[in-house]
């Protein structure tokens, strides 16, 4: 185990133990738009044909964790996962979602946003704008349940963590930092610049499909007044 695996239309991968019960399959060490549209590649290839023992399958910014059954014939597994390797891909087979998420920016939403648009050198508009012009993707989910990584923020929004993080944020918030966007979903801590929030809620435990964003979706952010928070929807559209 631990020797390269390379596939037509897939980077060079190397695969390694992850534990006892996994194996990760790591296709860079940067993060790299190519390179994570080819973790949710794979993913999307795995899933829909998953060799025995697999249990689960977590793709995240430049690897896949696989997550395996005990008992696992781990040898066998690996030749299937390499075969996969092999087979390579379709271009666009990840990010096949558009996802219109409302956000009600500034005031008691996004405590945050004028403090933003000041270290920015731009009024409180400006950053709504170009926030909402951005072209954010969902690069992986983690954190908490649900809470998506968003790679694509302007690069004039690109803001550093908190110097002191705060000890809850409210389910729904959005924030910046650095170059991507997040969405807390669920009463946590965080760091992040606070700046609007989406009444959508992007983790529903009950549901079939529990979590609203899976990486590759692409997002677009779209302001409304808060007269209209309590009833904006999120809109599913083709990529």
């Not at 020797?3 to 019960?21: K, M, S, T």
């Not at 025995?52 to 996962?81: K, M, N, Q, Y």
């Not at 271009?91 to 219109?100: D, P, Q, T």
């Amino acid at each position: 185990m631990g020797a390269p695996a390379a596939g037509r239309g897939f980077p060079a991968a190397h695969l390694e133990p992850l534990g006892d019960r996994a194996l990760l399959l790591r296709f860079g060490d940067r993060v790299d738009a190519a390179i994570e549209e080819a973790v949710q590649a794979f993913a999307t290839r795995v899933l829909a044909s998953p060799p025995d023992g697999l249990l689960e399958v977590v793709p995240a910014f430049t690897t896949v964790a696989l997550h395996l059954r005990p008992g696992t014939d781990v040898i066998a597994l690996e030749a299937s996962l390499r075969a996969l390797l092999e087979e390579g891909w379709q271009e666009g087979a990840a990010g096949r979602r558009l996802i219109e998420i409302p956000v009600c920016y500034g005031g008691e939403h996004g405590p945050d946003l004028a403090e933003v648009a000041a270290a920015c050198g731009l009024d409180e508009a400006a950053v709504v704008a170009r926030h909402g012009a951005s072209p954010h993707r969902v690069s992986m989910l983690g954190f908490a349940p649900g809470f998506p990584y968003m790679a694509g923020l302007d690069p004039r929004l690109a803001m550093p963590r908190r110097a002191t993080p705060r000890v809850r944020i409210t389910p729904g918030t959005v924030a910046i930092a650095r170059d991507q966007s997040a969405i807390y979903t669920l009463e946590t801590p965080g760091g992040w610049n606070l700046i609007g929030r989406t009444p959508v809620a992007l983790f529903t435990p009950q549901a079939a499909s529990p979590t609203l964003l899976q990486p590759g979706d692409r997002v677009r952010f779209v302001p409304i007044a808060a007269a209209d928070f309590g009833h904006a929807q999120a809109r599913v559209l083709p990529a």
